[in-house]
C-alpha cells in the first residue's frame, strides 16, 4: 500500500466512526512511514495518537461516570494486576556494576532529565528498556536505581495476575497497566519478561501468543515519552525477536570480576564499623567468590557478620562486628556447591 492508500482508509474508517479501525490504519501509516525514513512525519503521527490514548484513558482509570461502584470494581481489578507502587531512594552509587553498564544507566536518566529539551528538537527519549543477564547480577536494583534517579514512581507488575489462560485477557491486562503508566507518567516494571515470550510454549496456541506480542508491540508504540517500561530477563534468547528489536536501549549484567567483587563487599561494609579477624583471608574469599552472582556474595558477607556479631555479643556491645572469616569462607563454598547443582 502507499501513503495515500493509508490515508484513505484513515478518513473512511474516522467519517465511519469505527475506533478500532481508525487506530489501525494509523499505527500502519506509523510503521510505513518509519519504514519509508519520515521519521519526523512519523514521530509526530505517534505523538498525536499517543496524546490522544492518554487523554481518553485517564479518566476510565479513576472514574466511570457516576457509578462509583464500577470504579471501585475496576480499582480493585487494577490492583490485583500491581505487585507494588513504589518510589526509591535507591542512587547510582548504591550499584556495583561494569563501567559500561553504569555508563549506559547514566546516558539513559540523563535522557529522561533531559526530556523537554530533547523534545524541543523533536528527538525522542529512549523510555523503553530491556535488562538481561544472569539472577542475582542487579537487574532489580537497577530498576530501583532509575526510579529513584528520576523521582518517578514505579508500578512493579504481578506478571502471575498478568497472565491469564482466558483467551484475550492477557493483552487486556497489559493494556490496563500501560494505560495506568501513561496517565500518571511512571515507570512499569516487568520482572521474568520472557514468561510472555513463553506463552506459546505453555498450552497456548498460536493465536493467543500472536495476540500478546502484538498488543505489547503497540503499547510500547503509545507509550508516552514521559514515562518508560523495564522489562528484566534471565533468558533474553527466549523473546520474540520483534520485541528485542523495539526496545530502545538493551543493557546485559553479568557475574561480577575481581574489581566488581571487592567494590560489592566495600559498599556492603560502607555504613558500619566491621573489621576481619584475618585481614589476610579477604584475597583467598574474593577468588572463592568467583562465578557467583552479586546476590550470592553479599549475602554470604551479611550472614556472617550476623553469625559472628551473635557469637560474639560483648564485642556488639561495643558497636563492633569483627567478622569470622572462616565462617564466611564456608558460606561461600556452600554457595558454590548450590551453585554446581543447579547447573547439572
Known amino acids: 500500500m502507499s501513503q495515500f492508500d493509508y490515508i484513505k482508509d484513515i478518513a473512511k474508517f474516522g467519517l465511519e466512526n469505527n475506533q478500532s479501525k481508525l487506530m489501525e490504519a494509523l499505527g500502519e501509516l506509523i510503521e510505513y512511514s518509519k519504514n519509508s525514513r519520515k521519521i519526523n512525519f512519523a514521530l509526530q503521527l505517534q505523538s498525536i495518537l499517543k496524546d490522544t490514548i492518554?487523554?481518553?484513558?485517564?479518566?476510565?482509570?479513576?472514574?466511570?461516570?457516576?457509578?462509583?461502584?464500577?470504579?471501585?470494581?475496576?480499582?480493585?481489578e487494577l490492583n490485583e494486576l500491581i505487585l507494588e507502587k513504589l518510589t526509591s531512594e535507591y542512587r547510582l552509587?548504591?550499584?556495583?556494576?561494569?563501567?559500561?553498564?553504569?555508563?549506559?544507566?547514566?546516558?539513559?536518566?540523563?535522557?529522561?532529565?533531559?526530556?523537554?529539551y530533547l523534545k524541543s528538537f523533536d528527538l525522542p527519549v529512549s523510555n523503553k528498556i530491556l535488562l538481561h543477564?544472569?539472577?542475582?547480577?542487579?537487574?532489580?536494583?537497577?530498576?530501583?536505581?532509575?526510579?529513584g534517579e528520576l523521582k518517578k514512581m514505579m508500578i512493579v507488575v504481578n506478571l502471575g495476575a498478568i497472565?491469564?489462560?482466558?483467551?484475550?485477557?492477557?493483552?487486556?491486562?497489559?493494556?490496563?497497566?500501560?494505560?495506568?503508566?501513561?496517565?500518571?507518567?511512571?515507570?512499569?516494571?516487568?520482572?521474568?519478561?520472557?514468561?510472555?515470550?513463553?506463552?506459546r510454549d505453555y498450552n497456548q496456541d498460536h493465536g493467543e501468543m500472536k495476540r500478546v506480542v502484538n498488543t505489547i508491540l503497540q503499547l510500547f508504540d503509545y507509550l508516552p515519552q514521559s514515562s518508560m517500561?523495564?522489562?528484566?530477563?534471565?533468558?533474553?534468547?527466549?523473546?520474540?525477536?520483534?520485541?528485542?528489536?523495539?526496545?530502545?536501549?538493551?543493557?546485559?549484567?553479568?557475574i561480577p570480576d575481581e574489581k566488581q567483587i571487592r567494590a560489592l563487599i566495600d559498599l556492603t561494609l560502607v555504613k558500619g564499623n566491621y573489621e576481619f579477624d584475618k585481614p589476610r583471608s579477604l584475597n583467598k574469599?574474593?577468588?572463592a567468590s568467583f562465578g557467583l552472582s552479586?546476590?550470592?556474595?553479599?549475602?554470604?558477607?551479611?550472614?556472617?557478620?550476623?553469625?559472628s556479631l551473635l557469637e560474639n555479643k560483648d564485642l556488639a556491645l561495643k558497636l563492633r562486628a569483627v567478622?569470622?572469616?572462616?565462617?564466611?569462607?564456608?558460606?561461600?563454598?556452600?554457595?558454590?556447591i548450590a551453585l554446581s547443582r543447579e547447573l547439572v
Not at 95 to 111: F, M, P, R, S
Not at 243 to 249: E, G, I, S
Request: charged share 30%; proline share 2%.
Open 54 to 76: 492518554r487523554e481518553n484513558s485517564a479518566p476510565a482509570l479513576t472514574k466511570v461516570g457516576s457509578d462509583h461502584s464500577i470504579s471501585r470494581f475496576e480499582d480493585r
Open 93 to 116: 552509587e548504591n550499584l556495583v556494576v561494569t563501567d559500561g553498564v553504569k555508563g549506559e544507566l547514566e546516558i539513559l536518566i540523563k535522557e529522561h532529565q533531559s526530556y523537554d
Open 133 to 147: 543477564g544472569p539472577s542475582g547480577c542487579g537487574k532489580t536494583l537497577a530498576s530501583y536505581v532509575i526510579t
Open 163 to 199: 497472565v491469564s489462560s482466558k483467551l484475550g485477557d492477557t493483552s487486556k491486562n497489559l493494556a490496563k497497566i500501560f494505560r495506568r503508566a501513561a496517565s500518571e507518567d511512571c515507570i512499569i516494571f516487568i520482572d521474568e519478561f520472557d514468561t510472555l515470550g513463553k506463552i
Open 229 to 254: 517500561v523495564i522489562a528484566a530477563t534471565n533468558q533474553k534468547d527466549m523473546l520474540d525477536p520483534a520485541l528485542l528489536r523495539r526496545f530502545d536501549a538493551s543493557i546485559q549484567f553479568n
Open 285 to 287: 574469599i574474593v577468588k
Open 294 to 307: 552479586y546476590y550470592s556474595i553479599q549475602k554470604t558477607l551479611i550472614t556472617a557478620i550476623k553469625r
Open 323 to 336: 567478622i569470622n572469616m572462616d565462617k564466611w569462607l564456608d558460606l561461600v563454598k556452600q554457595e558454590q
